[in-house]
């Protein structure tokens, strides 16, 4: 009966691209895979077998971010698909055709561009993003410590830059690797710029980077003048690869386009750090990738709205992405959280009604490894990290399609970790599809042909099937279809049986606001309040005036008030979106991509360790034990959580982190104080901002108050604090 209904869509689908207003995929419900080209021949075996396969998308990957398509050409040759780049259309024809054969069988097609190695430029990931995070995490150790001796100087051109993005064995070039470009001289990136600057909420202006141009010569702070990775051919024909990425779509009939984002290098290089390691040691905002990240989206949607209104948009997200709280570098955590109070309507798009492709979160590629957990009560193990960082996106508003990958991770890097590593088993399957898989919409799974590495982990089949089922109804004939496959890549041992539990806590969505901020008010322990969207909560005693988000003041998500995201930042000015022109000649390259997309969910790094015997001030951070810790206020003993003088934060591990403060006046914000704002009271004791300050640092039962260095404005300030309570004396 079902299989009728799908063959009488399917006669119409064909017949014209109208047919798409009557698509597959109803309500949300997608069940999807990933098809990385390579071998031609896979998208033949999907599309000879459309009405049985046991899911009802497929997303062609990767096309390059920069890419160039004109339309009505019909050839792929500046796409990047690499699908038979022997084809004199590079497989344009050919394409079209087994899309129209799935579209026929009820399976949407979509066209994915970016992916990791379209994503990596080796230079900038290895200085900016593993070197600054210290040597011990296993990327340093797979990388800089393998390839480079252990000193970032080891690291050049000739050796890919330590293989940061790709190991040797994948076979990669210089030219395997590219990154999404900012095209200035195109109207609708121009309109997408304005809307982001627009509306941003963020407290910093975006500073674009057309400059960033395949074959450009870069000039560097770290180490001199280093190539940008892709092509500029784009740049030379006056294109604009968002806008050609739906014509390509138009033009071969498909059903949506994916934005597989993962620039990594571009979160850590453009980041805000206040700290003066610069290695995050307060905490760093990745704000400018938020602008990167969204203008790429709003261009591609404009263009869908001019061009190809139909056509969907989804996208490939950051386990971490919807995760509230301090980000200390190294990933993509908060990426898509910080969109939501500026770009509501952005984030909406991909989500639910009419073009919403989905988000769709890369909950795999996690280590157990204990720096890489999520905070309890969340469990180390796979099916526990999936449950929280889906619960995230939920609890940020964000409709989201829960991510499944076969055989081996691509984190932590085999070579130096597989230990941590969590294949996905048939018990781990079925632990989520039970427990987390029925609070969203859609699932969909890395790779369709990508083979099990051992008879332990689920092959690709019994996986579609069950989440077939538990997407789109356990009676829905096509869920008990078969993926095809290359070769004989079932292993011996493999079973089809996929335990089912009982479903887990249902996630909640975001809490209501609490209170508005007051500078004025003195907040202490475990006192909330709203900022800007988000709420937060005091961990321990700060000064008046302290800015939300600054240490002893995290934010723990966004809230919801009256179903509207709040405001109290004026929007920044607009920038400069000017740059200067690409010098160089084209890099145009034809090499296969060979990662899936890729998300690190770096846990906490630990901060710097504890020296016995050393006077600490009143918030500085140190590791011991591994967990982090922050004083209340001057101490000179060893932590533990039955000294009042230390707090402990969570458990922590891997790189350096945030950095002590101890006997030393903060080269940084540590403080942010309204200058405006002469004297407040603190716990019953007054603060004088910029009072005379002779006992610098001195804390303790002898003395009653402090003076410290603070950020005024951006500048430089003493703060003289006093502190009358004498429960630590
Ligand atoms: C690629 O296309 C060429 C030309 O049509 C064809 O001869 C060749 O078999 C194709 N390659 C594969 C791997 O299918």
Redesign the pocket.
């Known amino acids: 009966m079902l299989l009728t209904s799908f063959a009488l869509a399917a006669a119409t689908a064909v017949s014209s691209v109208q047919a798409l207003a009557n698509p597959p995929v109803t309500d949300g419900k997608v069940v999807g895979g990933y098809v990385l080209f390579g ?3 896979k998208l033949k075996l999907l599309a000879d077998n459309a009405a049985n396969l046991p899911i009802n998308r497929v997303w062609l990957s990767f096309v390059r971010p920069d890419l160039y398509y004109e339309p009505g050409s019909n050839t792929l040759v500046g796409v990047g698909l690499n699908y ?1 780049n ?2 004199a259309d590079y ?1 344009f024809a050919e394409i079209k055709r087994y899309v129209q054969k799935l579209q026929a069988g009820g399976v949407e097609v979509f066209l994915a561009m970016g992916g990791w190695d379209y994503n990596c430029w080796p230079w900038s990931y290895s200085y900016y993003s593993i070197f600054n995070y210290g040597s011990t995490t296993p990327t340093y150790q797979s990388t800089i410590q393998k390839y480079g001796g252990g000193q970032i100087t080891g690291c050049n051109e000739g050796n890919q830059f330590c293989y940061s993005c790709e190991p040797p064995s994948n076979g990669n070039t210089f030219d395997s690797f590219t990154i999404f470009p900012e095209p200035g001289n195109s109207a609708t990136w121009k309109q997408a710029q304005d809307y982001v600057t627009k509306n941003s909420k963020m407290p910093e202006s975006p500073v674009w980077h057309p400059e960033l141009v395949g074959g450009a010569k870069y000039t560097t702070e770290k180490n001199g003048v280093v190539t940008v990775p892709g092509s500029n051919v784009w740049a030379k024909k006056g294109r604009d690869p968002y806008q050609d990425l739906v014509y390509v779509a138009k033009d071969l009939g498909l059903d949506g386009v994916d934005i597989d984002y993962e620039e990594f290098w571009h979160a850590d290089m453009f980041k805000t750090d206040s700290s003066a390691q610069k290695n995050c040691g307060n905490g760093c905002t990745l704000y400018q990738t938020v602008y990167k990240f969204s203008a790429i989206l709003q261009d591609v949607r404009i263009n869908i709205k001019n061009i190809y209104p139909s056509l969907k948009l989804s996208t490939a997200a950051s386990a971490a992405g919807a995760w509230a709280g301090t980000w200390w570098g190294g990933n993509h955590k908060g990426l898509t959280l910080n969109m939501v109070p500026s770009y509501p309507d952005l984030v909406q798009f991909l989500g639910t009604g009419a073009n919403a492709g989905g988000w769709n979160i890369m909950t795999y590629d996690l280590s157990n490894s204990a720096v890489n957990c999520p905070p309890s009560p969340a469990s180390c193990t796979l099916d526990g990290q999936v449950n929280f960082y889906m619960a995230q996106y939920t609890a940020a508003g964000i409709v989201a399609n829960v991510g499944y990958e076969i055989g081996t991770p691509a984190y932590p890097p085999p070579a130096v970790d597989a230990a941590h590593a969590m294949p996905l088993s048939n018990s781990l399957t079925g632990a989520i599809i039970s427990a987390t898989q029925p609070y969203y919409k859609g699932g969909f799974f890395w790779e369709l042909f990508k083979p099990q590495a051992s008879p332990n982990d689920i092959h690709v089949t019994t996986l579609a099937r069950v989440l077939c089922k538990a997407v789109l109804g356990a009676n829905t004939p096509r869920c008990s279809g078969s993926i095809p496959i290359l070769a004989n890549d079932i292993l011996p041992g493999s079973s089809d049986t996929v335990p089912i539990g009982p479903p887990g806590p249902t996630p909640s969505g975001p809490p209501p606001c609490a209170e508005p901020y007051s500078p004025t008010q003195q907040y202490t322990t475990a006192m909330k309040f709203s900022y800007n969207g988000y709420n937060y909560m005091c961990s321990y005693w700060v000064a008046a005036g302290t800015q939300p988000g600054q240490p002893g003041l995290p934010q723990q998500g966004l809230c919801s008030s009256n179903g509207a995201v709040t405001s109290t930042l004026a929007p920044p000015p607009s920038s400069t979106t000017a740059g200067p022109k690409p010098t160089t000649s084209a890099v145009q390259t034809s090499s296969p991509v060979t990662l899936p997309p890729a998300s690190t969910a770096n846990g906490t790094p630990c901060s710097t360790p504890w020296v016995a015997g050393t006077a600490y001030n009143g918030a500085a951070q140190v590791s011991y034990k591994g967990f982090n810790w922050v004083t209340n206020w001057w101490t000179n003993s060893e932590p533990s959580t039955t000294d009042s003088s230390w707090k402990q934060l969570s458990a922590c591990g891997g790189g350096s982190g945030p950095t002590t403060t101890a006997a030393q006046p903060p080269t940084s914000a540590s403080v942010i104080v309204d200058p405006t704002k002469p004297a407040t009271t603190a716990n019953g004791g007054a603060i004088f901002n910029g009072a005379s300050c002779s006992t610098f640092g001195a804390w303790g039962c002898n003395f009653q108050c402090q003076c410290s260095y603070v950020t005024v404005n951006g500048a430089f300030a003493l703060q003289y604090q006093c502190n009358p309570s004498s429960a630590r004396c």
């Open positions: 071998d031609p021949m038979n022997t084809q497989g």
